[in-house]
């Protein structure tokens, strides 16, 4: 009953609210004074606000545009994207959803306290839904109940580890003092990102510097966000409208995507100062602690992965990235699946590898065209259980032998290869992904700034050789 409670707060006030609501309670627990604990709490929520607004805003006006490249193509594949948004529904529309929605706060909430985890994941409650989705699946399959909540838990557990193990990182290179990014459905690509990015180091392609700032100095004004932006949605927006470029409706929604991405990579960083500036308090008053009690804990407060959408090096990617996906999902061996809904999701999908890489866009497209090339195979094989449980909720399938399929939540490796194990309900593979998690997570836990310390010598791995510094010196 109470949890049940605590989740009707937390879906009638969403993160706008919560989120301003945990930082004004954290501020005077920190004995933050009680003026700048309520402008805490009040730029948090004015940064939250602002970041929903402008994608809310944008991401419409982008949709038709993929769905005209989409449909240029001509392209048919018999499995659908019916994108993140949809996908939620069916996550929060099944019974194992609402079992889990009462059961992840208070799991997630015993970890944070009992220090299993240094990341309050309660801070973005929203995106369960991208565990409900597997256990759902799960269930329709076996009918268990145990083996549906076990993935679910299952897959809790690696997501917490992995957004530690990236904390640092995303929280520097996103300038979000404390921040961790927690969607499950992104952070489960950590250990491909990192992986991905030591193998495109070694074969130096950190010396193909291109970013947002590199952009500028070698532009000068065609290089800043702003022309970038503009640049980059034109581009788009021909792109989408190739079989009509002659009439004048096609320029004048050429025209509006391209200043409309202008708009949000001029803007986005505004916004994003205005939630950074709402932790600065709180970072002070944690200093002040660990001077006067000689330590404090460190802890990071789970955003919404919204935060980083617009940031420039991360959207100039996202969007790159979505003709080049349509091409790979075209030529890709045994894939069935046709990304449209979702690849306006791109930036939202990207940050880990960009955050990783340091904003290097090069780096970003290459690994992002090969992470999820394996995501597409992803959804391919999971797509008609998917299809199953959308439909157990009423989703409308668009035909007769067609499938159905979320480009932006299926995808993810590892929340796919845990799913796998416990559809086999072999004890075996279930056991040895528990196994798995505790070995990480126990040699996490005793080389944590020594993982850190690596990612970091990773993501500047260019400047670090440059100065002459040694992994061993970095680390």
């Known amino acids: 009953m109470f949890l049940e409670t605590l989740n009707v707060i937390f879906s009638t ?8 609501v945990v930082l004004f309670i954290i501020s005077l627990i920190l004995k933050v004074k009680l003026k700048k604990a309520f402008q805490v709490a009040v730029l948090a929520g004015i940064g939250l606000t602002g970041f929903n607004m402008l994608i809310g805003a944008f991401i419409p006006l982008i949709v038709p545009v993929v769905q005209s490249m989409v449909d240029t193509t001509g392209v048919q594949l018999p499995i659908l994207d019916i994108g993140w948004q949809t996908t939620s529904i069916v996550g929060y529309s099944t019974e194992i959803g ?16 009992t220090k299993w985890t240094d990341i309050f994941m309660p801070g973005d409650l929203w995106n369960n839904y991208s565990f409900m989705v597997w256990g759902s699946m799960i269930y329709i399959v076996t009918k268990s109940i145990p083996l549906a909540i076990g993935v679910m838990i299952v897959q809790n557990l690696y997501i917490l580890l992995f957004a530690e193990v990236l904390e640092k990182r995303w929280s520097t290179y996103y300038n979000y003092p404390n921040c961790a ?7 489960g690509g950590v250990p491909f990102a990192l992986v991905l990015n030591i193998v495109m180091n070694k074969l130096g392609f950190y010396k193909v510097k291109i970013s947002a700032e590199s952009l500028q100095e070698k532009l000068g ?4 966000p702003m022309t970038l932006g503009l640049i980059l949605g034109m581009g788009l927006g021909i792109i989408g409208n190739l079989g009509n470029l002659g009439t004048l409706g096609a320029w004048g929604q050429i025209a509006t995507v391209g200043i409309s991405t202008a708009a949000v990579m001029t803007i986005f960083p505004k916004v994003a100062g205005i939630f950074a500036s709402a932790f600065g308090p709180i970072t002070e008053a944690t200093k002040k602690s660990a001077k006067k009690n000689g330590k404090t804990r460190k802890w990071y407060l789970a955003v919404n992965d919204a935060v980083g959408y617009g940031e420039p090096n991360t959207l100039i990617t996202g969007i790159i990235l979505i003709p080049i ?6 030529i890709l061996p045994g894939n069935k699946t046709l990304p449209m809904v979702d690849l306006i999701a791109l930036p939202f999908m990207i940050e880990v590898i960009i955050s990783m890489s340091n904003g290097n866009v090069f780096k970003g497209i290459i690994g992002g065209a090969v992470y999820f090339a394996i995501g597409l195979l992803i959804c391919t094989a999971t797509a008609p259980i998917f299809t199953d449980v959308a439909a157990s909720v009423n989703v409308t399938i668009p035909a007769v032998g067609l499938m159905v399929t979320s480009f932006g939540i299926l995808s993810n490796p590892t929340m796919g290869l845990i799913f796998l194990a416990f559809l086999t309900k072999n004890p075996l593979f279930i056991g040895l992904t528990i196994v798995l998690y505790f070995g990480a997570y126990f040699f996490f836990r005793k080389n944590k700034e ?3 310390a690596y990612i970091e010598y990773q993501a500047h791995y260019g400047e670090d050789i440059d100065n002459g ?3 061993e010196q970095a680390i």
Do not use: R, S
């Open 13 to 20: 006030f969403g993160a706008a609210i919560f989120v301003p």
């Open 98 to 113: 609402m079992i889990f929605i009462g059961l992840a706060i208070l799991i997630q909430t015993i970890l944070f306290l």
């Open 181 to 187: 990014m927690t969607a499950p459905h992104h952070i």
């Open 221 to 224: 004004f065609l290089g800043e």
């Open 325 to 330: 996906i349509v091409l790979i999902a075209v």
């Open 450 to 452: 020594k993982v850190h």
């Open 469 to 471: 510094m040694t992994e």
